[in-house]
């Protein structure tokens, strides 16, 4: 097996990836790289030191490395570009083989989510630009979060936010694991762009299946899109607020409703929201 580097396993998707790289594949051929590297140590693998604002750190990161997988920058959206760009770069020149990229699905025009996803799109164009294989995930939006958001939504008896009946594809981070790890390391789903998504849900679908897992009584409360960026804005203050009300005017416009590309790159079906809930539940 070719030796493969995954970056940001410090990071919750990167960890993921690895622990399931490793689950499946072993520990032999794969190289962790964090930008504190302590702080992965426990996955039991070599982890090499690395930011992605730093190409000469990359330079020596992806030494003897033939497959990565580039885990997106959780920076803002103007940085992002030129930080992937160090590590595409240094990839080529390294001798790194194929690129594997985590980028999202959504809209790159019309809300306030939408210079993230032009971000991604940009370096998903500069990967497909660099002469490497590749291959390229676009992830849905993580169902994680509204279910560590329960208590907040058991306190309001809603889920109040401004998607309407917009419908959301959601997945999860053991799910886009699974997907990754076959994308790493089976060539035929090479050059390919795939939507790693579930089958999409509307927030009153969502109520529900929390209440049937939790046991709650919430249900799905609609307000405006200026409303909500408002309270995300007021609560998260104005750059992760303007994103977070972007997410929602996304789903309410159906940037988020697109096909599923998952079975193709996992070989299986994705799991459905309950399902994915009830894992959640397990896993504390």
Known sequence: MEKTAITAVSGQLGRAI??????????EN????????????DLGIPVRKADYNNRLEFDDALKGIEILLLVSSMDQPQNRIQQHRNIIE???????KKIVYTSIIGDPDNNGFSPVVRSNRQTEEDIKNSGLQWVIGRNGLYIDPDLDYLEQYIADGAIINSAGDGLCAYTSRNELAEAYVHMLTEEELNGQIYNLVGNPISQSQLAEYINRAFNTQLEYKAISVEEFRNNRIKDLGELLGTIIGGIYEGIKMGAFNVKSDFEKAAHRPHKSVPEMIEEYKRNG
Do not use: M
Not at 18 to 27: E, N, V
Not at 30 to 41: E, H, N, V, W, Y
């Open 18 to 27: 690895a622990q399931k790289f490793i689950a499946t594949h072993g520990t």
């Open 30 to 41: 794969l190289i962790g790289i964090a930008r504190t590297p302590q702080k992965a140590k």
């Open 90 to 96: 240094a990839a080529k020149a390294n001798g790194v």
